[in-house]
């Protein structure tokens, strides 16, 4: 998905405080949109929509028995058809992210609801709706100068380009759920990610190519890193070779290929299966479905590849980067002085 913000305008901004029910705590709406001079609606939009771009999955909103009955898709769908219905669908948001905060670690916080206009996705100018949380406070200075005299005082507040956790609906694919961009400060991970993602909002990923190329390096990446020491002799060097020639795969190829890519990256038949196995046990747990060709997703790569770590810690003294042959790294024991040793073979010092 091709998306530009920057002739993006934040037209309404509605804000809301959502305490946790589940800790007795209270939740107080706005029964009025908010009144920003447009300098400030100009800040506060880029802020938001800066964490939404090109690395984003694309989620739908769902529902087991029917889509309809998805609430917050309900929201959306009434406020992008009849834009006039926005405060009160804003309300209508905040109250059932109230009835949905009841976990013990979901923090309160200022929930805020926007619409936006001239959002350019897939070369088309947009509306979309934003919903925001933010459960941090900053202490900043406030410096008021007054002639000679001058007042200093210390204040609290939410920095906007901070948010915690965020979604965006674009009216694409409306009677599929809609396009929705979602953003966690933790990584969608955890108890509260869950909250947000499936309690809450009620979304499931898309199948992309972006979710599928991100979701089959990930395995890899635990299969090697996590899994295969356990079955087999290997050592760190032969598994940061392995998560190199994962990478590779992926950045030498426009469309993944499940069979070619055991064969190309593991080799052994022993590890191949090994990995088949470990594939069937994760997407099981995970619940998800990774088929056995896609097209390979350059954004998703570039994501993974910060993760798949080449680095050989040897004690706090010395990290080695290790991008090519494993064969030239040759590891031994110096009984002498009784520690470990790699030595490394090069042709020139760059």
Same mark, same amino acid.
């Given at each position: ?21 589940? %800790?007795?705590?209270?939740?107080? =709406? ?5 009144? #920003? ?25 769902? *529902?087991?028995?029917?889509? =309809? ?9 009434? =406020? ?8 009160? %669908? ?35 100018? #947009? ?84 979710? *599928? ?8 990446? @635990? ?24 990478? @590779? ?13 055991? @064969? ?12 088949? @196995? ?73």
């Amino acid at each position: 998905m091709q998306l530009n913000f920057n002739e993006a305008v934040l037209t309404i901004v509605s804000g809301h405080f959502i305490g946790n029910k589940g %800790n007795g705590q209270e939740i107080v =709406t706005s029964d009025k949109p908010f009144s #920003l001079p447009a300098d400030a609606l100009k800040t506060v939009k880029d802020a938001f929509l800066s964490k939404f771009n090109l690395e984003s999955d694309k989620y739908a909103f769902s *529902h087991g028995a029917a889509l =309809t009955f998805n609430e917050v898709y309900n929201f959306c769908l009434e =406020t992008l058809a009849e834009e006039s219905t926005f405060q009160k %669908n804003a309300i209508n948001i905040a109250k059932h992210l109230y009835e949905n905060t009841t976990h013990p670690k979901v923090k309160p916080g200022e929930l805020y609801v926007c619409y936006f206009t001239n959002c350019f996705a897939d070369g088309v100018f #947009l509306d979309a709706l934003g919903i925001f949380k933010t459960e941090t406070k900053s202490s900043f200075l406030d410096l008021v100068a007054n002639g000679k005299e001058s007042s200093l005082k210390l204040l609290s507040g939410s920095d906007v380009s901070k948010f915690d956790k965020a979604c965006l609906v674009l009216p694409t694919n409306a009677e599929k759920g809609f396009d929705v961009l979602l953003y966690d400060s933790n990584g969608n991970r955890g108890d509260e990610a869950q909250f947000w993602r499936e309690g809450f909002l009620g979304v499931v990923p898309q199948a992309t190519e972006y979710y *599928h190329t991100n979701q089959f390096m990930g395995l890899a990446k @635990e299969f090697i890193t996590s899994q295969l020491p356990h079955e087999y002799d290997i050592e760190k060097t032969g598994q940061i070779d392995l998560l190199n020639k994962s990478v @590779e795969y992926f950045r030498a190829n426009d469309a993944f290929d499940k069979k070619r890519f055991a @064969e190309d990256v593991f080799e052994d038949k022993r590890i191949i299966k090994a990995f088949k @196995e470990f594939e069937n046990n994760y997407t099981e747990m995970n619940e998800i479905d990774v088929p056995d060709n896609f097209a390979i997703s350059i954004q998703a790569v570039k994501k993974q590849a910060r993760v798949f770590k080449s680095v050989l810690k040897l004690d706090k003294n010395f990290h080695v980067y290790i991008h090519g042959d494993k064969s030239l790294i040759e590891k031994g024991f110096d009984e002498r002085t009784g520690k470990n040793f790699y030595k490394i073979y090069f042709d020139e010092e760059a």
